[in-house]
């Protein structure tokens, strides 16, 4: 049984840093394409970066490009988001998602099989 369990969000000051964490179980992160989502409330979920099993990242808007990095910890089977320099336009609730053994990256959350249940960042001004 495949399950994504994310955390690390919280609230934080423009200009601050959080480190989201996505620990999965029931298959191996680094054989599926990873991706990171987020969704404000009222806006469609959007694609915020994915990791390929070869470790390519991909980066889904120049908006965050530079301030987000995606990474992966094989021992500890978890991938994370680093985000700096937080504005309050990030705030929305992240989630980590897992497309199917083969596919690749993708910014369509459609393409996705699983999902976590999500964390709440929030950035105040």
């Known amino acids: 049984q495949v399950q994504l369990v994310e955390s690390g969000g919280g609230s934080v000051q423009a200009g601050g840093s959080l480190r989201l964490s996505c620990a999965a179980s029931g298959y191996t992160v680094r054989s599926r394409c990873m991706g990171w989502f987020r969704q404000a409330p009222g806006k469609e979920r959007e694609g915020v970066a994915c990791?390929?099993?070869?470790?390519?990242?991909?980066y889904y808007a120049e908006r965050w490009t530079g301030r987000f990095t995606i990474s992966r910890d094989n021992a500890k089977n978890t991938v994370y988001l680093q985000m700096n320099s937080l504005k309050p336009e990030d705030t929305a609730m992240y989630y980590c998602?897992?497309?199917?053994?083969?596919?690749?990256?993708?910014?369509?959350?459609?393409?996705?099989?699983?999902w976590g249940q999500g964390t709440q960042v929030t950035v105040s001004s």
């Open positions: 990791i390929s099993p070869g470790g390519i990242t991909i």
């Open positions: 998602g897992t497309v199917p053994t083969g596919r690749g990256c993708s910014s369509v959350p459609a393409d996705y099989d699983y």
